[in-house]
């Protein structure tokens, strides 16, 4: 039968697992590690270290499968990338609820959001402007999560406002900074408080 091969080349191990438990298609798996030497976990800021610390942290990782079997690559990686680095590494990798310092975002007052159902679309403009048109409102969470969500922290964003529609929203400023976004949600009556929830991560921790 037909065969599908894909290929990822000198990756992190950070990295690798991320391709492996989060398939575009696949809900998103925050990865935790949790391990006493974090060295292949830390890209070194100096230049000159980094070829030692390429040499020592970066694999690569190939799987062929046969076409029908292609929805199971997620499922063979993660496999065989904790039967590697648990003999490589002493690490392994397991799915497991922890309670985690959150962002929370909670909704006021829905009106302020509703869409005056424009064209949709969502863009930077400039550095410091971003802009949603009839937009999914998951996207914005999205955004945020990846502006906010620190996991050497580790810190997380959980939307708990149960907005499904479809909004208008312009942000402006650094939205790396949680009080910059909380004023600029607080405009649309959304609210940003810290709080801690159980959520379900990835732990990468010795074996």
Not at 68 to 75: A, M, V
Not at 184 to 198: D, N, P, S, V
Request: hydrophobic share 35%; with cysteine.
């Amino acid at each position: 039968g037909k065969m599908f091969s894909q290929v990822w080349l000198n990756n992190d191990i950070r990295s690798l697992y991320n391709a492996a438990y989060n398939h575009p298609d696949s809900t998103k798996t925050r990865i935790l590690v949790d391990v006493k030497d974090k060295t292949a976990f830390s890209i070194p800021t100096d230049g000159n270290e980094m070829d030692q610390w390429n040499a020592n942290n970066l694999y690569s990782y190939q799987i062929t499968l046969p076409v029908k079997d292609k929805n199971l690559i997620s499922e063979y990686m993660q496999q065989d990338l904790n039967r590697f680095f648990e003999k490589q590494r002493d690490i392994t990798a397991k799915k497991e609820a922890r309670l985690l310092p959150a962002w929370v975002l909670t909704v006021k007052n829905k009106s302020l959001l509703y869409t005056k159902s424009g064209k949709s679309k969502f863009g930077q403009n400039g550095d410091s402007t971003y802009s949603f048109f009839n937009t999914p409102f998951n996207t914005i969470v999205n955004t945020l999560q990846d502006a906010l969500e620190d996991m050497s922290k580790p810190l997380l964003l959980i939307d708990e406002t149960g907005l499904e529609e479809n909004v208008d929203i312009t942000l402006h400023g650094n939205l790396n900074d949680p009080e910059n976004v909380r004023k600029q949600l607080a405009r649309y009556g959304l609210e940003l408080y810290k709080a801690k929830r159980k959520v379900e991560v990835l732990c990468i921790k010795d074996k």
